[in-house]
């Protein structure tokens, strides 16, 4: 048993502490990004947030709003295969897991049409098995020139071993973050996000790789801290959840409208993929109900107005310079935490 003593902190126990600054709008604010990666050697351009890859969320309908914005959308493991769209193929991504049924079925997407496969994402939520680096190895080896991703981790040393040996392009950081995952109540296992951010971010971009901030983002401040914190996308999940767009069935009570939100590890999920909790695991979220929002181009624009807005209070040009701007303050300690 050991302990660690060094504080970690979320997205709520810090503010970003303004600057002075000489721009003079936030229509001046560049929000798209360009990336290289260490194993594609593509090139990525476009505005770094994603839909993610949940059924109540990556859907084929969120994927047509987001791609307006130059976004993507990571589509759920579950769609069929002629679901995929033929069309902007840099701006969707094909979600696995690590059987070998998902190797069967992107070898078919492969096959079918290599274009589709532009963008793959390897997604467990342990992502500490030797089996996802094994995994991703033969992915990298079946579509050499992919952006492969792949996740969930927190820290270092295992971004490290995915993007050295597992070959991957990009890592997804976030343990029990989402507000539909119930993991740290479940297992007691996690981090912070925020702190989970800082390490893989600089673990990742030392090894000349890329994270995605998945999880935890519940406003345009939050979006705004992860990518100052040093996040190179941020993946959305209950921000665009209840929007015409997203999946989840459709529900009124009233005069109110709401839609089903639940996590891909629920028993919801389980029970609609899978046939019900297998009697050796246990339900890791939960199925609540969102209030029906509308149209998702309504959240996406406070949210990326919110995010320009950072960016003038800190005196940062674009999206690229924000974590080289961003000072943190905690504003939640561990003594107000426990006498507040």
Same mark, same amino acid.
């Given at each position: ?9 979320d997205?709520?126990d ?6 002075r ?13 360009e990336?290289?990666? +260490?194993?594609? $050697?593509?090139?990525? &351009?476009?505005v ?6 949940? #059924? ?21 493991k ?18 696995v897991? /690590?059987?070998?049924? #998902? ?5 078919s997407?492969?096959?079918? %049409? +290599?274009?589709?496969?532009?963008? !793959? *994402? ?10 996802? !680096?094994?995994f991703?190895?033969?992915? &990298?080896?079946?579509?050499?020139n992919?952006i ?6 927190v ?7 995915l993007?050295?040996?597992?070959? !991957? ?11 539909? *995952?119930t993991t ?5 296992v996690?981090?912070p996000?925020l ?12 090894c000349?790789?890329h =994270?995605?901030? %998945?999880?935890?983002?519940?406003c ?8 100052g ?5 941020? @993946?959305?999940?209950? @921000? ?9 069935e459709?529900?009124?009570e009233?005069?109110k409208?709401?839609k089903?939100?639940?996590? @891909?590890?629920?028993?919801?999920? @389980?029970? $609609? ?8 695991r246990s339900s890791?979220? $939960?199925?609540?109900? /969102? ?5 998702v181009?309504d ?6 107005g919110? =995010? ?21 303050m ?11």
């Amino acid at each position: 048993m050991k302990i660690e003593n060094e504080i970690k902190l979320d997205f709520s126990d810090v503010l970003i502490r303004p600057k002075r600054s000489v721009l003079k709008s936030r229509s001046d604010i560049n929000l798209e990004r360009e990336f290289r990666f +260490p194993h594609s $050697k593509q090139i990525w &351009r476009g505005v770094p947030i994603i839909a993610s890859n949940m #059924d109540t969320v990556g859907t084929i309908d969120m994927y047509e709003a987001l791609r307006g914005y130059n976004m993507m959308t990571c589509f759920h493991k579950f769609m069929e295969e002629n679901e995929y769209p033929k069309n902007d193929r840099d701006r969707y991504i094909i979600s696995v897991g /690590i059987g070998d049924r #998902d190797y069967e079925k992107l070898l078919s997407i492969y096959k079918s %049409d +290599p274009l589709k496969c532009n963008l !793959v *994402c390897v997604d467990i939520a342990n992502g500490y098995l030797e089996d996802l !680096v094994k995994f991703c190895r033969r992915v &990298r080896e079946m579509i050499p020139n992919c952006i492969l991703m792949a996740g969930n981790v927190v820290t270092r040393e295992m971004v490290e071993e995915l993007i050295i040996n597992g070959k !991957v392009d990009i890592v997804k950081v976030g343990i029990g973050s989402g507000s539909v *995952c119930t993991t740290r109540i479940q297992t007691g296992v996690g981090m912070p996000q925020l702190s989970a951010i800082m390490e893989c971010a600089d673990a990742a971009h030392g090894c000349g790789g890329h =994270i995605i901030s %998945d999880g935890g983002i519940t406003c345009p401040g939050d979006a705004s801290k992860a990518f100052g914190g040093g996040a190179d996308f941020v @993946m959305l999940g209950s @921000m665009l959840a209840g929007h015409k767009e997203s999946g989840g069935e459709l529900v009124e009570e009233g005069e109110k409208k709401y839609k089903v939100f639940y996590g @891909m590890s629920s028993s919801t999920a @389980m029970n $609609k993929h899978y046939g019900g909790v297998r009697n050796y695991r246990s339900s890791e979220g $939960k199925t609540v109900k /969102i209030e029906y929002r509308g149209d998702v181009s309504d959240t996406i624009n406070d949210l990326l107005g919110g =995010i320009r807005s950072t960016c003038t209070y800190v005196n940062s040009k674009n999206l690229k310079d924000l974590p080289k701007c961003t000072t943190f303050m905690r504003v939640n300690n561990q003594v107000n935490r426990i006498y507040g």
